[in-house]
């Protein structure tokens, strides 16, 4: 924020009106990155903490993956984690190319058995990237392994629950 130091923020007196823009009272409100790929006609989703920069990709599609390292060098990210919310014969991930060319580890559901990733996650598990969390809750259904993802007041489903549409064939 303009005219404050590098190091903090400046203190003051909270008895006289707060700027509109207050640095000790700013909540930053991050919306998801969400990049659509038409020809499998799924969603990727890109968190960045504000603060340090690092991100987690959720979900990243094979063919994608120039466009997906385009999103997250536009943020001035640092990848550290590429969350898969299920796996099966029509879910092609870029995690690989991913992880070559980030550095960044792999999340995937316990049950649904990719190998090899970092972590396998269990209901309840929780990434961090930052001062940012994802929490993993276990969604079977769309396959038995799926898992779903609670970050602040947004929950990526995956194919648990599909946007405009009811599955396909």
Not at 119 to 142: C, K, M, N, W, Y
Request: with cysteine; net charge negative; charged share 15%.
């Amino acid at each position: 924020i303009a005219g404050l130091p590098a190091t903090g923020h400046r203190a003051h007196d909270h008895t006289e009106h707060c700027p509109a823009v207050c640095p000790q009272h700013a909540v930053i409100t991050m919306q998801p990155i969400q990049l659509f790929d038409p020809e499998s006609s799924t969603f990727t989703y890109l968190l960045v903490d504000p603060h340090s920069g690092d991100a987690a990709i959720i979900d990243p599609v094979d063919h994608q993956l120039d466009r997906d390292l385009a999103a997250i060098r536009e943020q001035n990210a640092r990848l550290l984690w590429i969350i898969e919310t299920h796996a099966h014969a029509d879910h092609i991930t870029s995690a690989a190319q991913l992880i070559e060319h980030t550095g960044a580890q792999a999340a995937t559901p316990a049950g649904c058995g990719i190998q090899p990733a970092a972590r396998q996650l269990q209901d309840g598990d929780v990434i961090a990237f930052g001062s940012e969390t994802l929490t993993a809750i276990h969604t079977p259904g769309h396959t038995a392994g799926s898992m779903s993802f609670r970050w602040r007041d947004h929950v990526f489903t995956g194919d648990t629950l599909l946007i405009d549409g009811c599955g396909r064939t």
